[in-house]
């Protein structure tokens, strides 16, 4: 299964499971994880958990922003279209830190991406 944790000077305070579907990040309540934190936007960024088109057993992840203030970031590069989450990426919402692990990702699937 795959999680998003986040870190406060490297040290992981919270972990969000990420389950199939859509899950919205956010300052507002409704948003399946809440930062409650000034620089981050209402409804600021979404991650789909999706089946792999190629590889039986194996999901996907995609981070989107959805129009933030303070952007949506994948290993300090911004996030302009939807992008797919490999394992241990860092991923910042605003200025909050958030690590992206999925232990079952393998060589096989890196080696599918390349090839599309």
Known sequence: MAVLVQLVDDVVTNTFELSSGCTN???????????NEISVSGEHAKIDVEKNQYLDGVIDC?????????????????????QRLN???VVRIAWNTFKFIDETENELEKTAYLLE
């Open 25 to 35: 990040v956010g300052r507002h309540p409704s948003n399946d994880i809440q930062i």
């Open 62 to 82: 995609y981070i989107e922003d959805k129009d933030s203030t303070n952007g949506t970031f994948v290993n300090d590069l911004p996030v302009k279209a939807r």
């Open 87 to 89: 394992n241990n990426d």
